[in-house]
């Protein structure tokens, strides 16, 4: 099974912003919840790694990959009974994180305060496992179309993308790529020109701007377009919500609406995860998983791109030349900036 920790480095990265102790106080999601089914399942997040696992009562537990007894880590261990269980001398911790067995010694010994775990906060929102290192200081950005029985969410894997989740953020509020990444999808090398970007408050939640853009619709797009026609006018928006959530929103004339979730979580400087949550007010009748093919397709096209940058995105904006065009991308990373200052 694929599982968040495949492609996890062995040696993780975070001299540049990953360690940053601002950032631990952020949401990021790691996991769907259905890989968590009970686990345990090992991620990483911020350069720490992390085992989570479902408990008998259904919660999720997180915590430190590393038993205190001798330091193995519980990921390769099994749940039993929603305890997870050490896999190298069967130390066992219940649901929130507290052992309540050590096998060698005789059960009426206590067991010693610092042998439970440190649990870390989490929980789960959109078919996501979110965790949070440190103490929130604000929540998961609100997709109201969760709630709207017109609109279905469709969740997609877990992946882990070899870039940093400075550059997949900076990608997925810029525009001006569509034309050159996005050619065997959507792009239009004919369209290149970006009108003038006025950023705004979108809806509380996502800063960023509404736009225009005529796109390719090629036949493997009508699934997810519900059109035949070979080139659409999209009516979209994109914005971001600190550090690294990303929501663009595309409206077709026939009225369709397509929301598309977008999440980079740094597992270190220049490793992430990548997931993209979609919603949509179609009639249901294509399957989710055809409906997203097309997406999963554009996804792909930012990877292979990205990927060959090497190293974080410089995270002052003199670092690196902008276009008028680049405003959202620019203003995400002054806001960055500002955040890992404190
Ligand atoms: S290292 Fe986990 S039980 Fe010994
Ligand atoms: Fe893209």
């Not at 001299?15 to 090992?42: C, E, H, I, K, M």
């Not at 939640?205 to 736009?211: A, D, K, L, P, T």
């Not at 026939?254 to 179609?282: A, K």
């Not at 002052?316 to 995400?332: H, L, M, R, Y």
Request: charged share 25%; hydrophobic share 35%.
């Amino acid at each position: 099974m694929t599982t968040p920790a495949d492609g996890i480095p062995d040696q993780l990265r975070t001299d540049v912003f990953a360690a940053n102790p601002q950032l631990r106080s952020y949401w990021y999601a790691v996991a769907r919840a259905t890989d968590v089914a009970p686990g345990p399942v090992g991620v990483a997040v911020l350069g720490e790694r992390l085992v989570l696992w479902r408990g008998s009562r259904g919660a999720i537990t997180a915590a430190p990959d590393r038993c205190p007894h001798r330091e193995s880590p519980l990921s390769p261990g099994e749940v039993e009974d929603g305890c997870i269980v050490c896999p190298y001398h069967g130390w066992t911790y219940e649901e929130g994180g507290r052992c309540v067995r050590v096998p060698s010694s005789d059960p009426g010994t206590p067991v010693p305060s610092k042998a439970h775990l440190r649990t870390v906060h989490v929980t789960e929102r959109y078919g996501l496992v979110w965790v949070c290192l440190g103490e929130p200081v604000a929540g998961i950005p609100e997709i109201p179309q969760d709630d709207d029985p017109s609109f279905r969410r469709i969740n997609n894997p877990v992946e882990v993308w070899a870039t940093s989740a400075t550059r997949m953020t900076d990608n997925f509020v810029d525009i001006t790529h569509f034309p050159w990444v996005h050619t065997g999808t959507f792009g239009r090398r004919q369209s290149t020109f970006v009108p003038k970007v006025e950023l705004e408050d979108l809806d509380g939640f996502f800063f960023g701007y509404r736009y225009e853009v005529e796109v390719n619709n090629p036949d493997h797009a009508s699934v997810t377009s519900g059109s035949t026609a070979k080139v659409l006018t999209r009516q979209m928006s994109s914005g971001f919500n600190l550090p690294f959530a990303v929501r663009s929103t595309v409206a077709y004339e026939t009225g369709l609406e397509h929301i598309i979730f977008m999440l980079s979580t740094p597992i270190d400087d220049v490793t992430s995860y990548f997931t993209f949550v979609i919603w949509r007010n179609d009639d249901f009748s294509v399957s989710a998983e055809e409906v997203i093919q097309f997406d999963r397709a554009i996804g792909a096209e930012d990877k292979r791109m990205l990927e060959r940058i090497p190293g974080v995105l410089p995270i002052e904006n003199t670092g690196t030349v902008s276009a008028p065009a680049d405003k959202a991308s620019v203003e995400w990373r002054r806001r960055f900036g500002g955040l890992l200052k404190g």
